[in-house]
């Protein structure tokens, strides 16, 4: 590994976010709950109570404002208990449970319901056939009039630096549950670029090792293997475009109309992002090719030489195998000088097709 991606590697260590998997002492709701807060303008609003109807309860009092409460893989029991005050619909329940869905944005009469790919960096010293590069989970947001209930399956993709943000933004908080909705898109898209950046390190290293001279017969396996992990990457990425051009384009009675500007930010940065994947996918391809031309010519190289030193050999063979014939009349088998000129003539043969061979870059 060189200096520059090493120093790569430690730059996103500083900067990797904390995983934030549960709290369970704030966790009053089960063991999947994350956290549940009530927001009024913006601000964070105590509540009275510990149940999810309780802060919804709250918020409506108050007439405005809305509950964020946030999930990290519930159980099918766990999420159906907030199914019913929340007004969640069964088949949108089911995925929240399942995951493993693809990326998108549906509409359940008053709930938007949203699931996004999250993906982290896995570091690695040096890339090899077996290194899991791209590491993905699930988000999934259900936005309701006073509500967000948010998802989250694997162990990462924390939203509490996100909250904490939010937070700090009020401005923002109070223009609803679509703010929320909005961030979180934004966050996990930031996401994307910062993985497709750190991809890009383990593609220059496998590029300057082919056309350094420095490749070996396994590193067919690594491109393969790295492309595996843009595909995983793409799966994650491509899919979330339509549903967000959908947000950003598409009036909504459930995303606020300013915030529907923001959305169309979040799709451009979607759309550098898919077009990353997709220009280091076609540079891989270049580079297997590239990869497999020069195990090819060294191929060619070996037979060459192979078949040079098979000529050279094909000389003193020959005239071996003619003088250990058992006839009783043969050539200068009555002189002096015989054997010693035969071994000249094959040793002369031999070098003069050396030469040549030299010559031409054979040997």
């Not at 303008?41 to 108050?62: W, Y």
């Not at 393969?224 to 990425?237: D, I, M, N, P, W």
């Not at 979040?266 to 997709?278: F, P």
Request: aromatic share 6%; with cysteine; charged share 25%.
């Amino acid at each position: 590994m060189s200096v520059i991606q090493r120093l790569r590697t430690a730059v996103r260590r500083t900067h990797r976010r904390t995983v934030d998997l549960s709290h369970p002492a704030r966790s009053p709701l089960g063991s999947a709950v994350v956290n549940c807060v009530a927001y009024v303008d913006g601000v964070r609003r105590p509540v009275r109570g510990t149940g999810v109807e309780d802060a919804l309860r709250s918020v409506r009092r108050a007439g405005r404002g809305f509950v964020w409460i946030g999930l990290h893989e519930p159980d099918e029991k766990e999420l159906a208990a907030l199914a019913e005050p929340l007004g969640l619909h069964p088949l949108a329940v089911e995925d929240a449970v399942h995951a493993h869905q693809r990326p998108k944005v549906e509409a359940y009469d008053e709930v938007l319901f949203a699931v996004l790919k999250t993906v982290r960096y896995v570091e690695h010293e040096e890339l090899t056939a077996t290194s899991e590069v791209v590491d993905t989970g699930e988000l999934m947001a259900f936005v309701g009039p006073g509500f967000v209930l948010t998802v989250r399956h694997g162990g990462h993709g924390s939203l509490g630096p996100l909250r904490e943000a939010l937070e700090a933004r009020p401005e923002q908080l109070a223009k609803g549950p679509s703010a929320v909705l909005h961030a979180i898109a934004d966050h996990v898209v930031d996401d994307y670029l910062a993985v497709t950046d750190a991809v890009r390190s383990d593609l220059e290293a496998i590029e300057n090792a082919v056309f350094s001279g420095q490749a070996g017969r396994g590193d067919a396996e690594r491109i393969y293997q790295l492309k595996r992990e843009l595909l995983e990457l793409r799966r994650a990425v491509a899919p979330l475009a339509r549903p967000l051009a959908s947000l950003a384009t598409r009036p909504t009675p459930l995303v606020d109309p300013e915030i529907r500007a923001y959305f169309r930010d979040v799709t451009d940065h979607l759309a550098r992002a898919t077009e990353q994947i997709g220009s280091y996918d076609a540079l891989l391809d270049s580079v297997l090719q590239a990869h497999l031309a020069q195990v090819t010519v060294a191929q060619n190289e070996d037979m060459r030489k192979i078949t040079a030193w098979a000529a050279i050999v094909a000389v003193p063979t020959m005239v071996c195998g003619v003088y250990g014939m058992n006839f009783t009349h043969m050539p200068e088998l009555g002189w002096t000088y015989g054997y010693p000129a035969v071994l000249g003539v094959m040793a002369t043969a031999c070098l003069l097709l050396h030469r040549g061979f030299r010559r031409n870059g054979w040997l």
